[in-house]
């Protein structure tokens, strides 16, 4: 028996089976599903036993987004609870939760139009009533192609227009507006009789007894207005009537709807009241909007302001009357001597004879009774400018601004009136008045009495304000000889009190005197210390006021050759020492004895960047044929053109943001192809330690010089940014391919191989439409070879990447129509000052920088100030966002202090001081994928930890300061 069981014992573990081999079934595929919104809404609700818990329920379910095709469920529960709840909140909850569900990209709302209205119907709280009709209101506006639902909406909406409450005629006013129809009627009869009635069914709540229903209806028909409906003139007189209306928010939307009529008819005819006479409406609509300044509410003195800087139609004597608050002739209609004897005749009276001239015409008319402009609107600038609400002053100076820039009369006539604004307490004021006046420059030339008054600002402690005044003085005309004198004279005054206005206050002489030759040339011998018998001491060049007269000199002599014979011999060498030093602001002059230094012309200069143009395109392309060449010779290639881009950009500043960007790019290449090379790769990394530095070195280059591609220029397309991220996509491979050389073990290889995987999954989401332009590309061969690298193992993947970067071709790069460099000047500190800037060790000492920032973007949140010290410590400052202007398009001005301290030194040392641009990698992620609102980044693969750094983009400046030691 036991030998018996030994046997089946073997037997059974003996045996062999042997199956026969079918097909691999395909793995089964799971799909984790999230749990259902609507169920566990419908869980949620049915739990709530008060009011008072289900409310909260809503409140939390709000917090949290819905996926498109969870609405439809989700909708129907809480219309089930709502026909279920008594209390009149949670119904108000209920229904703005329908409204935001109905926004939800990828949901169309058409299938609870019908709910939505049954329970408008059937509600009775005018809360919950105005609610449904806001949620309707979203309903229409996610429907603009269906017209049948919005007439449907129209028709509710047109129903509810008699309910007590204000709220439900708001929200009604408020639909007809947005959702009544602009098109030609369609065919059916009752639609077309809905269609006509629209403004009719508006205009009839301009009297409504509810102020806040009379500004809803106005807000309604302007909406008309902006969606493309002509609105009827007969609205004009119902306007006119709001405009005295008792509560401030309807005068508001009046004076908005009168100015909308006045451009709509501006030529129409509209009578006077009280009298037999008609005018223009757009003249009519400016009277009106005139009086309007003089409003109690100041916000609607700003509107009326704002509003009258708009109407250019207007009459010009209508447009004088605002800077006068008598009424003028012209706006008053005088009746003839014949009209007069008529009147008189046929009141019964006559001349007794006993009073002299008792039947003499009268002049004095009744202004009541026949002026053509209302008497509050006289003025309206005048009282504008002269309001308690600095608001409305800044209003009134831009509209004057505004109509004086399509009026050279009107702007004569005005200038007394800005140039007082000058004075005002209030610098937003005053700067916002020079600003004016310099926009209206061309129009104007200023006398004496308001130069002087204009440069009285000059002695404001705002820098702000004397650089805006420095700019104004630029393009202003003068007519005398003694202003420019007075200009010069309070200039140099300037120049003495803020040395720091210095470049400012050069520049402003240069334009003077390139405006005034003729004036400037009487001056010249008082100006230089000439004299005609007796030799005068030269002046110091060191002066800032001497090289101030020079400037003002020099630029007059470019259009006045005779006023070289005035100059003395040192003048001639000052000429050439400051042409040198200071070129952009002394002009080449054609002096006796002297050679004019050669300029070219517009068309030379045309021609000259045409051929520079037309060089960077053929080095771009002589580049792209380094893949026919050997390794030695395709690096000497890239090298050459390199440097040849680098001259480029130095000699043509329009083309150096294409040439740098370009040199940039290349220099990538030519790293990479280093880093490439045989020699590096046919020995063992332990026998080739330092070329393997040396490619690790050249890859984190590549990294550094691609993160400088795409945040230190502007004016990138997709494509350009994709390129970019290619190559960095490359440095990256490199990286790994050289760690898994030095490495031991699999284990820290598996981390940066998913790592790396899921940068290549992420750029193919990023620029997916730009795939097509990279053929034969490094990113092309990774995405046919994706399934089998996430399937492989670490070292098979760093294979395959190392076999495909050295088969990768050599992308071209396409440049854009506009790119710009980001670059800095630091214009304070200057850096030549030899005395230290002396402060006790622990304390603080405050160093003024101003630098002009060009083609920056965001500088609020992307400069930076470094500060190096002898011993190696940096400290990066961030300005304040107030520290930055903005003075023209792509031009910034950094104006800040920058605070030093350090521990005591035994001798003056020099500090760098130089501007950094601070960037993040996920912003450019960011950018290009938009998640929906209800959407969340989750699911996106979690590339890279948002790499920081920052580009140094501006010459550093040394400066010499001493800490001292502490006194005891």
């Not at 990698?921 to 994928?929: A, D, F, N, Q, V």
């Amino acid at each position: 028996m036991a030998a018996h069981l030994k046997k089946r014992v073997y037997e059974e573990f003996t045996k062999v089976v042997q199956q026969q081999q079918h097909e691999e079934a395909p793995a089964k595929k799971l799909r984790l599903t999230k749990p259902s919104k609507s169920a566990a809404l419908h869980i949620d609700l049915c739990k709530a036993t008060t009011p008072t818990d289900a409310l909260q329920y809503l409140l939390q379910f709000a917090r949290k987004p819905v996926e498109p095709e969870s609405v439809e469920g989700v909708v129907r529960i809480l219309l089930e609870h709502y026909y279920k709840e008594t209390d009149s909140s949670v119904r108000l909850k209920i229904a703005s939760l329908l409204g935001l569900l109905s926004k939800t990209q990828g949901f169309l709302p058409d299938c609870i139009v019908d709910d939505a209205i049954n329970t408008l119907n059937n509600e009775k709280s005018h809360q919950v009533i105005a609610q449904l009709l806001d949620t309707l209101l979203a309903i229409g506006t996610q429907l603009p192609e269906n017209q049948t639902i919005r007439l449907r909406l129209v028709e509710v909406a047109c129903r509810h227009l008699t309910d007590t409450s204000f709220g439900v005629r708001n929200k009604c006013l408020q639909l007809l507006g947005c959702l009544g129809s602009v098109d030609k009627p369609v065919s059916k009869e009752l639609e077309s009789m809905v269609l006509k009635d629209v403004q009719k069914i508006i205009g009839d709540y301009f009297n409504d007894q509810d102020p806040r229903v009379r500004t809803a209806a106005i807000k309604a028909m302007l909406q008309l207005h902006e969606r493309g409906m002509k609105l009827q003139q007969t609205i004009y007189s119902q306007a006119c009537k709001l405009l005295s209306d008792d509560y401030e928010q309807v005068r508001s939307a009046a004076v908005q709807m009168v100015w909308v009529l006045s451009q709509l008819y501006p030529e129409s005819i509209v009578p006077i009241p009280s009298s037999n006479e008609e005018i223009r409406l757009v003249d009519d609509a400016f009277g009106k909007i005139s009086h309007m300044v003089s409003d109690g509410s100041w916000v609607v003195r700003v509107q009326a302001a704002k509003l009258l800087g708009s109407m250019h139609q207007v009459s010009a004597h209508f447009l004088e009357q605002t800077l006068d608050k008598k009424l003028m002739s012209d706006l008053r209609r005088k009746r003839t001597a014949h009209e007069r004897a008529k009147e008189l005749y046929s009141s019964g009276e006559f001349s007794s004879g006993r009073k002299w001239a008792d039947d003499a015409p009268k002049e004095k008319v009744d202004t009541y009774a026949v002026n053509l402009i209302d008497s509050g609107a006289c003025g309206a600038f005048v009282h504008g400018l002269e309001d308690e609400m600095f608001e409305v002053r800044i209003a009134a100076v831009e509209a004057l601004c505004t109509l004086a820039q399509s009026s050279s009369s009107f702007a004569e006539k005005c200038l007394d009136f800005l140039v007082d604004m000058f004075n005002d307490e209030i610098e937003e004021v005053r700067l916002q008045s020079i600003h004016v006046l310099r926009q209206i420059s061309n129009n104007i030339t200023l006398r004496e009495d308001q130069l002087d008054t204009v440069l009285a600002v000059l002695e404001d402690s705002s820098r702000d304000i004397r650089e805006a005044l420095h700019e104004l003085l630029c393009y202003t005309n003068v007519s005398t000889k003694e202003c420019i004198q007075l200009a010069l004279v309070e200039l140099l005054k300037n120049l003495t009190k803020y040395p720091t206005d210095r470049n400012s206050v050069w520049k402003c002489l240069k334009f003077l005197g390139a405006r005034h030759p003729t004036l400037v040339l009487p001056l010249v011998p008082e100006l230089l210390s000439t004299h005609p018998y007796f030799d005068t001491p030269e002046p110091d060049m060191d002066d800032p006021a001497y090289i101030a007269v020079l400037v003002l000199v020099f630029n007059a002599a470019k259009s006045c050759p005779t006023m070289s014979a005035l100059f003395s011999d040192h003048t001639f060498r000052h000429y050439a020492y400051l042409r040198d030093s200071l070129s952009h602001l002394v002009p080449p002059l054609r002096l006796p004895g002297r050679k004019l230094v050669s300029v070219s012309d517009s068309s030379g200069m045309a021609s000259s960047e045409e051929s520079s143009q037309q060089f960077l395109r053929q080095s771009l392309e002589r580049v792209y044929t380094i893949q026919h060449l050997e390794a030695q010779g395709a690096q000497e290639l890239l090298e050459f053109t390199i440097r040849d881009l680098q001259r480029l950009g130095e000699l043509q500043p329009e083309l150096a943001g294409a040439a740098d960007f370009s040199a940039t790019y290349l220099r990538c290449q030519l790293l990479l192809m280093k880093g490439l090379q045989e020699k590096l790769w046919n020995v063992a990394a332990p026998l080739y330690l330092k070329q393997n530095a040396m490619a690790s070195a050249a890859a984190r280059q590549i990294l550094e010089e691609t993160y400088k591609l795409e945040f230190l220029y502007s004016g990138l397309e997709t494509r350009q940014v994709a390129i970019v991220h290619h190559v960095r996509l490359q440095a990256k491979a490199l990286q790994l391919v050289l760690n898994a050389r030095t490495s031991r073990g699999v284990e820290p290889l598996l981390s940066i191989c998913e790592k790396f995987l899921q940068e290549v999954d992420a750029f193919q989401r990023c620029f997916v439409a730009e795939l097509t332009h990279f053929q034969d590309s490094f990113v092309e061969k990774l995405l046919e070879l994706m399934p089998r690298l996430l399937a492989c193992k670490p070292l098979d993947l760093v294979k395959i990447l190392q076999t495909t970067l050295r088969q990768s071709g050599f992308l071209h790069l396409r440049l854009p129509e506009q790119l710009h460099r980001a670059t800095a000047t630091i214009i304070e500190p200057t850096g030549e000052s030899d005395n230290p800037l002396r402060f006790t060790s622990g304390l603080v000492v405050a160093l003024d920088v101003d630098a002009t920032l060009e083609h920056v973007q965001d500088p609020q949140n992307s400069v930076k100030v470094q500060v190096v010290y002898p011993d190696g410590q940096a400290h990066i400052i961030h300005p304040r966002p107030g520290d930055f202007r903005n003075p023209g398009p792509g031009r910034h001005r950094l104006i800040t202090q920058v605070y030093l301290s350090h521990s005591a030194w035994t001798e003056p040392c020099q500090i760098e001081v130089r501007l950094l641009l601070a960037y993040s990698s996920s912003k450019s992620r960011t950018s290009i994928l938009k998640p929906a609102w209800n959407e969340s980044t989750d699911g996106l693969p979690a590339t890279e930890n948002s790499i920081e750094g920052t580009i140094p983009f501006s010459k550093s400046v040394n400066v010499f300061i001493m800490p001292k030691p502490t006194r005891r």
